[in-house]
C-alpha cells in the first residue's frame, strides 16, 4: 500500500500531525509520501492508495485559503471510493472547520476513515496522531 500526506501549516502543529502519522503508517508497514501542499499536485492524489490530508482552521473556520483551499478543491473531484483521511490543529474554535470539511469530503464521495477526522487542539499528541497513521494504513 502506498499513502501520500499533503498539509498546509503555518506555526507547526499540522506538520507535526503530519509527521507522526507518517510514523505510525511506516510502522505498520505502508510506504508514505509526506509533502507540503505546495509541492503537491493533483496526480499525488490519483497515485495513491491511501490519501491523509492536513490543514489547521483558518480564517473564520475555514481552510488555509491561499494554498490549501484551492488544492482541495483541485482534487476532491478525484476522491471519489478513495481512502481518505483528514486531520488538523485548531486553537479557539469547537472545530466547525472540520466538520464543513468532512461534510464535502463524504459529498465528494471519499471513503472517509473513521468518519470524521483527527483534530489536535494546537501542538498534537505525538501517540494519538501515530495511532490514527497505523490504523490508516491498516484501513
Ligand atoms: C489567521 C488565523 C486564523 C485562525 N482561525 C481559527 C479558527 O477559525 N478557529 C480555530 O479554532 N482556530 C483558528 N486559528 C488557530 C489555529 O488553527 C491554530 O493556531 C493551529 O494550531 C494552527 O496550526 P498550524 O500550527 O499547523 O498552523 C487561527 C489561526 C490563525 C493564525
Excluded at 505502508?30 to 490519483?46: F, K, P, Q, W
Excluded at 463524504?106 to 468518519?115: Q, T
Aim: charged fraction near 20%; glycine fraction near 12%.
Amino acid at each position: 500500500m502506498h499513502m501520500t500526506i499533503v498539509y498546509w501549516s503555518g506555526t507547526g502543529n499540522t506538520a507535526a500531525m503530519a509527521e507522526h502519522i507518517a510514523a505510525g503508517a511506516q510502522e505498520a508497514g505502508t510506504e508514505v509520501r509526506l509533502l507540503e501542499v505546495g509541492s503537491a499536485s493533483a496526480a499525488d492524489i490519483e497515485q495513491a492508495d491511501l490519501v491523509a490530508l492536513g490543514c489547521p482552521a483558518m480564517g473564520a473556520e475555514v481552510l488555509e485559503e491561499s494554498e490549501f483551499e484551492p488544492y482541495w478543491q483541485a482534487v476532491k473531484g478525484l476522491l471519489k471510493g478513495k481512502k481518505l483521511a483528514l486531520f488538523g490543529s485548531y486553537g479557539w474554535g469547537d472545530g466547525a472547520w472540520m466538520r464543513t470539511w468532512q461534510d464535502e469530503a463524504i459529498a465528494a464521495g471519499a471513503n472517509l476513515f473513521g468518519g470524521e477526522g483527527l483534530m489536535a487542539n494546537y501542538a498534537p499528541d505525538e501517540t494519538e496522531c501515530k495511532t490514527f497513521g497505523a490504523n490508516f494504513a491498516k484501513a
